[in-house]
Protein backbone atom coordinates (compact mmCIF):
# COMPACT_ATOMS: atom_id res chain seq x y z
CA UNK A 1 0.00 0.00 0.00
CA UNK A 2 1.22 3.64 -1.08
CA UNK A 3 1.04 6.05 2.00
CA UNK A 4 1.90 9.59 1.22
CA UNK A 5 1.59 11.97 3.99
CA UNK A 6 -0.96 11.32 6.96
CA UNK A 7 -1.70 14.65 9.24
CA UNK A 8 -3.11 14.35 12.71
CA UNK A 9 -4.76 17.35 14.15
CA UNK A 10 -6.75 17.40 17.26
CA UNK A 11 -7.33 19.53 20.53
CA UNK A 12 -4.46 19.01 23.11
CA UNK A 13 -4.49 15.90 24.58
CA UNK A 14 -6.16 13.79 21.56
CA UNK A 15 -2.70 11.90 21.48
CA UNK A 16 -1.77 13.72 17.84
CA UNK A 17 2.12 12.66 19.27
CA UNK A 18 1.93 9.62 20.37
CA UNK A 19 -0.36 8.36 17.92
CA UNK A 20 1.96 10.19 15.68
CA UNK A 21 4.85 7.85 16.83
CA UNK A 22 3.06 4.61 16.49
CA UNK A 23 1.97 5.21 13.16
CA UNK A 24 5.66 6.46 12.03
CA UNK A 25 6.55 3.69 13.09
CA UNK A 26 4.06 1.14 11.72
CA UNK A 27 3.78 2.65 8.18
CA UNK A 28 7.97 3.19 8.04
CA UNK A 29 7.80 7.08 7.50
CA UNK A 30 9.60 10.11 9.57
CA UNK A 31 7.23 12.00 12.05
CA UNK A 32 7.38 15.52 12.08
CA UNK A 33 6.02 17.52 15.13
CA UNK A 34 5.12 20.84 14.70
CA UNK A 35 5.88 21.79 18.32
CA UNK A 36 8.68 20.05 18.92
CA UNK A 37 9.89 21.06 15.71
CA UNK A 38 9.39 25.04 16.73
CA UNK A 39 10.82 24.60 20.21
CA UNK A 40 13.75 22.53 18.79
CA UNK A 41 14.40 25.55 16.61
CA UNK A 42 13.72 28.41 18.71
CA UNK A 43 15.75 26.43 21.36
CA UNK A 44 12.61 27.31 24.05
CA UNK A 45 9.53 25.26 25.06
CA UNK A 46 6.30 26.19 23.76
CA UNK A 47 5.22 28.01 27.27
CA UNK A 48 8.43 30.25 26.30
CA UNK A 49 8.07 30.73 22.96
CA UNK A 50 4.23 32.10 23.99
CA UNK A 51 5.40 33.91 26.96
CA UNK A 52 8.67 35.81 25.26
CA UNK A 53 7.15 36.42 21.75
CA UNK A 54 3.66 35.73 22.37
CA UNK A 55 0.86 34.17 20.68
CA UNK A 56 0.59 35.68 17.36
CA UNK A 57 4.16 35.42 16.99
CA UNK A 58 3.74 31.47 17.42
CA UNK A 59 0.72 31.26 15.41
CA UNK A 60 2.85 33.19 12.64
CA UNK A 61 6.22 30.43 12.85
CA UNK A 62 3.91 27.97 13.07
CA UNK A 63 1.93 28.33 10.07
CA UNK A 64 5.14 28.64 8.08
CA UNK A 65 6.70 25.20 8.70
CA UNK A 66 3.40 23.61 8.61
CA UNK A 67 3.79 25.27 4.63
CA UNK A 68 7.21 23.74 4.63
CA UNK A 69 6.35 20.56 6.07
CA UNK A 70 3.29 19.31 3.67
CA UNK A 71 5.21 19.74 0.84
CA UNK A 72 7.57 16.42 2.07
CA UNK A 73 6.65 13.26 0.85
CA UNK A 74 6.00 10.12 3.14
CA UNK A 75 5.53 11.69 6.50
CA UNK A 76 3.25 11.30 9.64
CA UNK A 77 2.72 14.96 11.02
CA UNK A 78 1.41 15.64 14.01
CA UNK A 79 0.51 19.59 14.46
CA UNK A 80 -0.23 21.51 17.27
CA UNK A 81 -3.91 22.16 18.13
CA UNK A 82 -3.93 25.82 17.39
CA UNK A 83 -3.03 25.82 13.93
CA UNK A 84 -6.29 25.36 12.62
CA UNK A 85 -7.36 28.74 13.89
CA UNK A 86 -5.75 30.21 10.77
CA UNK A 87 -7.35 30.15 7.41
CA UNK A 88 -4.27 29.71 5.56
CA UNK A 89 -3.06 26.70 7.06
CA UNK A 90 -6.47 25.17 6.76
CA UNK A 91 -6.87 25.25 3.29
CA UNK A 92 -2.94 24.11 3.41
CA UNK A 93 -3.84 20.98 5.38
CA UNK A 94 -7.16 20.28 3.23
CA UNK A 95 -4.98 19.32 0.34
CA UNK A 96 -1.91 18.17 1.45
CA UNK A 97 -2.70 14.10 2.10
CA UNK A 98 -4.71 11.92 4.59
CA UNK A 99 -6.00 13.94 7.64
CA UNK A 100 -7.18 12.46 10.54
CA UNK A 101 -8.99 14.43 13.22
CA UNK A 102 -8.28 13.13 16.49
CA UNK A 103 -11.26 13.95 19.05
CA UNK A 104 -11.40 13.73 22.88
CA UNK A 105 -13.89 14.78 24.77
CA UNK A 106 -13.33 17.66 27.55
CA UNK A 107 -13.68 15.10 30.37
CA UNK A 108 -10.77 12.83 28.74
CA UNK A 109 -8.93 15.65 27.48
CA UNK A 110 -8.78 16.78 31.26
CA UNK A 111 -7.98 13.69 32.69
CA UNK A 112 -5.29 13.19 30.26
CA UNK A 113 -3.64 16.84 30.91
CA UNK A 114 -4.56 16.34 34.64
CA UNK A 115 -0.93 17.52 35.30
CA UNK A 116 -0.11 19.94 32.94
CA UNK A 117 -0.20 23.10 34.74
CA UNK A 118 0.24 25.40 31.37
CA UNK A 119 -3.18 24.58 29.63
CA UNK A 120 -5.76 27.49 30.36
CA UNK A 121 -7.63 26.61 27.17
CA UNK A 122 -8.85 23.90 28.43
CA UNK A 123 -11.28 26.60 30.34
CA UNK A 124 -12.62 28.32 27.28
CA UNK A 125 -15.13 25.64 26.21
CA UNK A 126 -16.44 27.53 23.63
CA UNK A 127 -12.91 27.96 21.84
CA UNK A 128 -12.37 24.63 22.33
CA UNK A 129 -15.57 23.69 20.13
CA UNK A 130 -15.23 26.28 17.93
CA UNK A 131 -11.80 24.41 17.17
CA UNK A 132 -13.64 21.30 17.20
CA UNK A 133 -15.72 22.29 14.25
CA UNK A 134 -12.61 23.51 12.16
CA UNK A 135 -10.87 20.30 12.52
CA UNK A 136 -14.22 18.69 11.38
CA UNK A 137 -14.26 20.93 8.20
CA UNK A 138 -10.72 19.39 7.29
CA UNK A 139 -10.95 15.62 7.86
CA UNK A 140 -10.92 13.30 5.62
CA UNK A 141 -11.08 10.96 8.94
CA UNK A 142 -12.67 11.03 12.30
CA UNK A 143 -11.84 8.97 15.05
CA UNK A 144 -13.05 9.57 18.41
CA UNK A 145 -9.80 8.78 20.65
CA UNK A 146 -11.71 8.80 24.11
CA UNK A 147 -11.42 4.56 24.73
CA UNK A 148 -9.61 3.56 22.02
CA UNK A 149 -5.88 2.13 22.38
CA UNK A 150 -3.40 3.66 20.07
CA UNK A 151 -2.93 0.09 18.46
CA UNK A 152 -6.76 0.68 17.65
CA UNK A 153 -6.54 4.17 16.00
CA UNK A 154 -3.77 3.08 13.83
CA UNK A 155 -5.68 0.65 13.09
CA UNK A 156 -8.26 2.78 11.44
CA UNK A 157 -5.71 4.94 9.81
CA UNK A 158 -4.57 2.39 8.21
CA UNK A 159 -7.75 0.66 7.03
CA UNK A 160 -8.86 4.16 5.85
CA UNK A 161 -5.40 4.28 3.97
CA UNK A 162 -6.32 1.27 2.72
CA UNK A 163 -9.35 1.85 1.04
CA UNK A 164 -8.43 5.13 -0.28
CA UNK A 165 -5.62 3.85 -2.07
Known sequence: MHID????VGQMGAGKTTVG???SASFGLPLIDIDLMLARRHNLSIKQIFSYMGEDYF?????QLISEVIRMPKVVVATGGGCIEDKNTRDNL?????VVYLQVSLSIQKQRLRCATDRPLLNKVDRLKY???????IAD?????D?????????????????SA
Open 141 to 145: LEIDT
Open 147 to 163: YLTVSEIVEDVYNFCRK
Open 5 to 8: RVVL
Open 131 to 137: RDKLYAS
Open 59 to 63: RQVEA
Open 21 to 23: KAL
Open 94 to 98: SKCGT
